[in-house]
């Protein structure tokens, strides 16, 4: 159903801009504006949608990387768009997004933040929980406004909020990748 509903959303907000544009007739003198911004549709998604307040200084990349994953189905070990789990997610993310490689399941990713509190949490953050263990077994990226993407195992790659009963239940903490790791990361 959701599903439907952001479609339908696309596709009215497609033909609202090829209508506008097919109106408006540029001067031969003025430069074509590029019709297609698909940064500004992934924001557009997740401000408008998803109720996320996209500022000028987001993380546009970010949003557009989990954009073209949403619906990605879960596949344990995965990290394609064939099929992910939320380490595999949260690395590709950090790799295409930050260009910065992680770890490569949610435990050794966690050895790798400065741990922080829910309330402290910035955009591209890491959030880490304990479902049904006494370790850490699952991991998302926070992307504001109490919401974190991640690759679900029942509904693959989602946007889930920390203030839903489940969530709050088995939220660990949060993390901030360590500075002293960034740089040792990325000249590896």
């Known amino acids: ?85 939320c380490s595999g997610f949260a690395f590709q993310l950090y790799d295409k997004t ?3 490689i992680i770890g490569s399941n949610s435990r050794n990713i966690f050895s790798m933040v400065n741990p922080i509190n829910k309330s402290d949490l910035k955009e591209g953050d890491l959030v880490f929980f304990k479902i049904h263990s006494k370790s850490i077994s699952h991991v998302g990226v926070y992307i504001g406004d109490n919401k974190f993407a991640h690759a679900s195992s029942s509904k693959g790659v989602m946007i889930s909020n920390l203030e ?21 990361l990325n000249n590896n």
Not at 38 to 47: E, W, Y
Request: glycine share 8%.
């Open 1 to 85: 159903m959701k599903k439907i509903l952001i479609f339908t959303l696309l596709v009215c907000f497609i033909s609202t801009t090829k209508a506008q544009n097919s109106k408006s007739t540029p001067s031969s003198n003025a430069p074509k504006a590029e019709v297609s911004d698909p940064d500004n549709l992934a924001s557009q998604f997740f401000s408008q949608v998803m109720g996320v307040a996209i500022s000028a200084t987001s993380n546009t990349k970010m949003y557009q990387f989990i954009y073209d994953w949403l619906g990605t189905p879960y596949h344990l070990g995965g990290d394609t768009k064939k099929g992910i789990d």
């Open 164 to 184: 839903e009963a489940y969530w709050q239940r088995y939220f660990y903490k949060g993390g901030r990748i360590l500075e002293s790791l960034k740089g040792q």
């Open 98 to 100: 930050f260009n910065t």
